[in-house]
C-alpha cells in the first residue's frame, strides 16, 4: 500500500476487495453454523450458540458495510471492526477461562482458533484498512 486511498467505493478496491470476499464468507458460514446449532442443539450450549449468533451478525453487517462504501457505512465498519475485536477477545480469553461455559466452539472462542485465528486478525486487517482508505 503506497498511499491512502480515498473517494467514493475506495472500501472496495485493490485489497478492499479481498477483504470484502473474506467477511462475506465469514457472513455466511457464521450464520450457517449459528442456525443449525440453535435450531438442532440450543439446549447443549446456549451461550456458545447466542454467541456464534451475534458473531454472524457482525459480520453481516461488515461485509455490507464494507461493499457499500459510503460515508455512514465506513462508520458502521468501523463500529463491526471494533466490536468484532473486541468480542474475539473478550470471548477468546474468557473460553480458555471458563471452558466449561463453552462444551461447543464458537467463532471466536480461543480467539478463532477453529478457524485458523482468522477471526483474531481479519477485524485488524478491516481496522486498517478503513484507515487506509479514509478521506485526508
Not at 40 to 52: I, K
Request: charged residues 10%.
Amino acid at each position: 500500500m503506497s498511499g491512502p486511498v480515498s473517494g467514493p467505493g475506495a472500501l472496495r478496491r485493490g485489497p478492499g476487495r479481498v477483504l470484502i470476499a473474506v467477511y462475506a464468507v465469514f457472513a455466511l458460514s457464521a450464520t450457517a453454523r449459528a442456525t443449525v446449532q440453535i435450531l438442532t442443539r440450543y439446549d447443549e450450549a446456549r451461550l456458545a450458540y447466542t454467541l456464534s449468533a451475534l458473531a454472524a451478525l457482525v459480520y453481516v453487517a461488515a461485509t455490507v458495510a464494507l461493499a457499500r462504501s459510503t460515508a455512514l457505512s465506513r462508520r458502521v465498519a468501523l463500529a463491526a471492526c471494533s466490536v468484532e475485536l473486541a468480542g474475539v477477545l473478550a470471548i477468546g480469553a474468557f473460553s480458555y477461562a471458563s471452558p466449561e461455559r463453552f462444551p461447543d466452539a464458537t467463532v471466536w472462542s480461543h480467539f478463532g482458533q477453529g478457524y485458523g485465528f482468522v477471526p483474531l486478525v481479519l477485524p485488524v486487517l478491516g481496522l486498517l484498512w478503513l484507515r487506509h482508505t479514509r478521506a485526508a
